[in-house]
């Protein structure tokens, strides 16, 4: 298989496997979501921990263990994935699948806006349009609708803080997850343990099915970073970033046609502000892509 072919093959399977995560996710309805946080965390810091294990990557591990800086870098970035990873868990179980996939739509143009706000990048009219529309987009679920959808927004602003974190962390993509993951570890430690004490836990010897689930949570957290980070050698950035919308568009669609969330015209309308300011944005990234490509040629 080509290089190219590969890298859109992982790709795909890695912002699939994301997209369909609330239809996982909603088998935990009936468990608090933060017990379901703490196996998440559990579990995947058990299986990162086996492939450094087996790939003898425990050097890159031992390295980013040893520099302090780093390690405030990546206790900040484990804080705001974990508060990511709890927030999308609540909404899946309270039926709130349509806010969570507006999150993942808006989350490219809170990127770029706090690009803006932080690292002070320059934005080009497209991309300021498109965040001006999106922001008109949210002031209409405000005012037409008479919500303001927190849960899209607490989503968005969070893994786009993260990114920002981690873009800034001389760390690969496995190691660093082992690390976020260790840290959150001995919190949810004390919790598992508290649970069981109070005879609520839902991890049992020999395990049920509830008990498989909880455990393939942690592969399933860690496998799509896998498969993206691959895919992030072997295709180009604008690629990647339009393969981006396969994640939101799965959450959209398995929300109204397989879990079976109201969609009116209200909303259709608040979406309908998005999706144009993410039409504005891609063409404004395809303009200065082949900007770039014709003064290279230059």
Same mark, same amino acid.
């Given at each position: ?20 995560f609330p ?15 703490t ?46 990873? @709890? ?7 309270q ?11 808006i ?11 932080i690292?002070?990048?320059h934005l080009?009219?497209w ?39 981690r873009?800034?962390?001389?760390v ?5 997850l ?6 959150? @570890? ?8 508290? @649970? ?10 020999p395990?049920?099915g ?6 393939i949570?942690?592969v ?7 498969? #993206? ?12 970033g #339009?393969?981006?919308?396969i ?12 879990? =079976? ?6 909303? #259709?309308?608040?979406?309908? #502000? ?9 063409? =404004? ?14």
């Amino acid at each position: 298989m080509k290089k190219t072919q590969l890298g859109l093959l992982t790709g795909f399977l890695a912002y699939a496997i994301w997209g369909f995560f609330p239809l996982f996710f909603a088998l935990f309805r009936d468990l608090a979501s933060l017990e379901v946080l703490t196996h998440r965390v559990i579990w995947s810091f058990v299986f990162v921990t086996c492939i450094i294990v087996v790939s003898g990557r425990k050097k890159h591990l031992l390295e980013a263990l040893r520099s302090p800086k780093l390690l405030k870098g990546l206790l900040l970035s484990s804080t705001l994935v974990s508060t990511n990873w @709890l927030i999308f868990i609540w909404a899946v179980a309270q039926g709130r699948v349509l806010e969570s996939s507006l999150g993942y739509f808006i989350t490219p143009l809170v990127s770029v806006f706090l690009a803006r706000a932080i690292l002070k990048e320059h934005l080009d009219p497209w991309r300021q349009s498109a965040i001006f529309l999106a922001m008109a987009g949210l002031l209409w679920f405000l005012f037409m609708i008479g919500y303001l959808p927190w849960v899209s927004l607490a989503l968005a602003i969070t893994f786009g803080l993260y990114g920002l974190v981690r873009k800034q962390l001389e760390v690969d993509t496995l190691t660093g997850l082992s690390v976020e993951t260790a840290i959150m @570890l001995p919190l949810a430690l004390l919790y598992w343990s508290y @649970l069981a004490q109070q005879g609520q836990s839902h991890l049992v010897l020999p395990p049920d099915g509830m008990t498989l689930l909880l455990m393939i949570s942690g592969v399933l957290t860690a496998l799509p970073l896998l498969l #993206f980070a691959s895919a992030a050698k072997k295709l180009t950035l604008s690629t990647l970033g #339009f393969m981006m919308y396969i994640n939101p568009s799965l959450q959209f669609f398995s929300a109204i046609y397989i879990l =079976g969330e109201a969609f009116d015209q209200q909303q #259709f309308i608040g979406f309908c #502000f998005i999706w144009c300011a993410l039409l504005l944005f891609i063409i =404004g990234s395809l303009r200065r892509t082949e900007k770039e490509s014709w003064q290279q040629l230059r």
